[in-house]
């Protein structure tokens, strides 16, 4: 891991994003009756909180940080038969949380697809990305 011990606390934001797209007949049922699974964003939302929280179990070389808040929402699209997943992440800390978001982006995508696969495999997970991201030495980033 890079050593960080020399870096300032400051407060670290980062947002990132993602969709998965369904053929409109995989829309229908995911809108109608959702996965016999059980509730689809509800069950995406506590993945994703926990795969923002498990970091540094994913990705090696992400330092453990101390997530001062975590919050996936979602966007039904239904002119495009698509769910976008937004995450934020926030800590005060000496390095970034921009994995954080993304991993709980990626695994709320997984988990949507996971449970609405049994409407055929045609899902796609689309444009997970970093949209915002702020504190520490390099300043603000956002898309």
Same mark, same amino acid.
């Given at each position: +891991?890079?050593?960080?011990?020399? $870096? ?5 934001? &980062?947002? /990132?994003?993602?969709?998965? @797209? =369904?053929? /409109? ?6 809108? $109608? ?6 509730? @689809? !964003?509800?069950? &995406? $939302?506590? /993945?994703?909180? +926990?795969? &923002? ?5 994913? #990705? ?5 940080? =101390?997530?001062?808040?975590? #919050? @996936?929402?979602?966007?039904? %699209? ?10 934020? *992440? #926030? ?5 970034? *949380?921009?994995?954080? /978001? !993304?991993? &709980? ?6 988990? %949507? ?14 444009? %997970?990305?970093? +949209?915002? $991201? ?5 300043? *603000?980033?956002?898309?």
């Amino acid at each position: +891991m890079v050593d960080i011990s020399d $870096k300032q606390i400051t407060k670290r934001v &980062a947002q /990132a994003e993602g969709q998965v @797209v =369904f053929s /409109a007949k995989a829309f229908k049922i995911f809108i $109608k009756q959702g996965s016999p699974k059980g509730n @689809v !964003l509800e069950t &995406a $939302k506590i /993945a994703g909180i +926990m795969a &923002a929280k498990n970091t540094p179990s994913s #990705l090696p070389l992400c330092h453990p940080l =101390f997530l001062e808040k975590i #919050l @996936v929402t979602f966007e039904i %699209i239904k002119s495009k038969n698509t769910v976008k997943v937004i995450a934020e *992440v #926030l800590c005060s800390g000496k390095t970034g *949380v921009e994995m954080e /978001a !993304l991993s &709980a982006v990626s695994t709320a995508c997984l988990t %949507i697809y996971d449970m609405m696969k049994f409407t055929g495999q045609d899902i796609v997970i689309d444009s %997970i990305r970093l +949209m915002h $991201k702020s504190g520490g030495k390099s300043g *603000v980033y956002s898309r």
